[in-house]
C-alpha cells in the first residue's frame, strides 16, 4: 500500500532543542495532518491542516501545507521528555472521509 | 467521555484460522475506520464504515471484511489468516461533522498469527 515519504526516520535530540520533520507525496492532498503516537497506543492527532499553504500553530508545534499539496513540515520548539514517540504525517483526499494514507512515520527520541 | 473501545487487545491465532476484532466508538460517533499497523507496510487504511454501510475500502484482500451495528459498533474479521495478517489493527471513530481526517483510535488489538 502506498506510504508517505517522511524523513527524517528517526532523530535523538537533546531537552529543549527544536525538531523539524517532514513528509512528500507524489500526489496531492485535499488535507494534511499530523498524529503521534506513544507506545501501546493509537495515534492522537497533534494539528490538521485544510488550505495549501496554511501554517497552524498548536502550542509548541508548528506545522505548514505545502504550496503545491504534496508536502507538509513539523516543527516542535523547545522538546520535552514528553515529545518522546513516533511522528505520523497523513494526508487525505477530498470526498475519503476517514480514509488517510498515512507517512513512514518519525521517531523521536530526546535525551535529558 | 470514553475513548475508542477495541477489544481483545491480543490475540494469537494460527494459519488458516479466522478472527473476530472488536470497536466500540466514542459515544456519538457514527464512522468507523480499521487500519492495519505493521512495521513494514507501515498504517495501511482497510474500511470506514458509517450508518451500517461501508462508505471506503482499501486495497486488501476479500478475506477482510467487516460490518457495523446499528448502536455504531463495528466488527472485522479476517478469514484463512496468514503468517503475513500479523499486525497491530486499529480502530478510529470520528463525527460526521469532525473536520476531514480529524480521527479518534482506540489502542489497537494486536493479532500474532503462528
Known amino acids: 500500500g502506498q506510504q508517505l515519504n517522511q524523513s527524517p526516520q528517526s532523530m535523538f535530540i537533546q531537552e529543549g532543542e527544536d525538531v523539524s520533520m517532514n513528509c512528500t507525496s507524489s500526489?496531492?492532498?485535499?488535507?494534511w495532518l499530523w498524529y503521534k503516537q506513544d507506545p501501546g497506543e493509537g495515534p492522537v492527532l497533534l494539528i490538521a491542516l485544510y488550505k495549501a499553504g496554511e501554517l497552524t500553530s498548536n502550542g509548541r508545534l508548528t506545522a505548514q501545507f505545502g504550496i503545491t499539496r504534496k508536502d507538509s513540515f513539523l516543527n516542535i520548539s523547545a522538546s520535552i521528555p514528553s515529545d518522546v514517540g513516533i511522528y505520523f504525517c497523513a494526508g487525505q483526499r477530498a470526498g475519503t472521509a476517514s480514509k488517510l494514507t498515512f507517512g513512514t512515520g518519525t521517531r523521536l527520541q530526546v535525551t535529558l | 467521555k470514553a475513548g475508542v473501545t477495541q477489544t481483545p487487545r491480543y490475540l494469537i491465532k494460527t494459519r488458516g484460522q479466522q478472527v473476530t476484532l472488536s470497536c466500540s466508538p466514542i459515544?456519538?460517533?457514527?464512522?468507523v475506520s480499521w487500519y492495519q499497523q505493521t512495521p513494514g507496510q507501515g498504517l495501511q487504511f482497510l474500511f470506514e464504515?458509517?450508518?451500517?454501510?461501508?462508505?471506503n475500502k482499501g486495497n486488501f484482500p476479500g478475506r477482510f471484511s467487516g460490518r457495523q451495528f446499528s448502536n455504531s459498533r463495528s466488527e472485522m474479521n479476517v478469514s484463512t489468516l496468514e503468517l503475513g495478517d500479523s499486525a497491530l489493527y486499529l480502530c478510529?471513530?470520528?463525527?460526521?461533522?469532525?473536520?476531514?481526517?480529524?480521527?479518534?483510535f482506540g489502542e489497537g488489538s494486536r493479532l500474532t498469527v503462528l
Open positions: 464504515y458509517f450508518s451500517e454501510t461501508q462508505r
Open positions: 478510529a471513530s470520528s463525527l460526521e461533522a469532525s473536520l476531514p481526517g480529524e480521527l479518534f
Open positions: 500526489s496531492i492532498f485535499n488535507t
Open positions: 459515544s456519538g460517533h457514527r464512522s
